[in-house]
C-alpha cells in the first residue's frame, strides 16, 4: 500500500530540512557588544527557558515549555517571507532598551533561519550602527 502524502507529511518533511541545518543553535551571539540569543522551535526546552529574561516568538509558537516559566513571553509573529509589520522600528527600539539594560533576550522562530535573521539583522542595525546591506552579510 502506498504511503498517503499528507499535509502533515510535507510539514515533518520541511521540519526535517531544518533540523539538519549546522548553525549553532542557542549560542549567544554578540551584536553591538551585547549577548543575543537565537535558535528554532525544535531548541526551545524548560531550561533554556528558565536562563531568559525575555523569549520572543516570530512564529507565535508558544511550546509547552512555557507553562510554569516565570519568563516574559513576547509573541511577535511575522509572515514567513512576509516583511515586517509598520510597528516594527518601535518594537526593536524597546527590544535594544532591554538587552542594554542586561536581559537575556531569546528570538525565534520555526526554523531558526527568516524571521529570527531578520530580527537579528535590525538588531545589528540598530547596536551597532550599520546599513542593511552589511547587516545582511553579517546574519
Known amino acids: 500500500m502506498a504511503k498517503r502524502n499528507t499535509t502533515r507529511d510535507k510539514f515533518d ?39 531568559m529574561d525575555y523569549i520572543c516568538s516570530l512564529s507565535g509558537y508558544m511550546p509547552t515549555a512555557y507553562f510554569g ?22 518594537f526593536i527600539g524597546d527590544v535594544v532598551k532591554e538587552i542594554k539594560a542586561g536581559k537575556k533576550i531569546l528570538a525565534y ?16 542595525s540598530v547596536l551597532e550602527q550599520i546599513g542593511r546591506a552589511s547587516c545582511r552579510e553579517r546574519v
Open 109 to 124: 522562530c520555526v526554523g531558526g533561519h527568516g524571521r529570527t535573521g531578520t530580527f537579528g539583522a535590525s538588531l545589528i
Open 13 to 51: 518533511n520541511a521540519f526535517t530540512l531544518y533540523t539538519k541545518c549546522e548553525h549553532p543553535a542557542l549560542a549567544p551571539i554578540m551584536i553591538g557588544g551585547y549577548p543575543v540569543w537565537f535558535g528554532a522551535n525544535k531548541d526551545i526546552s524548560a531550561k533554556t527557558i528558565q536562563e
Open 69 to 90: 516559566a516565570f519568563v516574559t513571553f513576547i509573541n511577535c509573529p511575522l509572515t514567513d517571507m512576509g516583511g515586517v509589520p509598520d510597528f516594527w522600528d518601535s
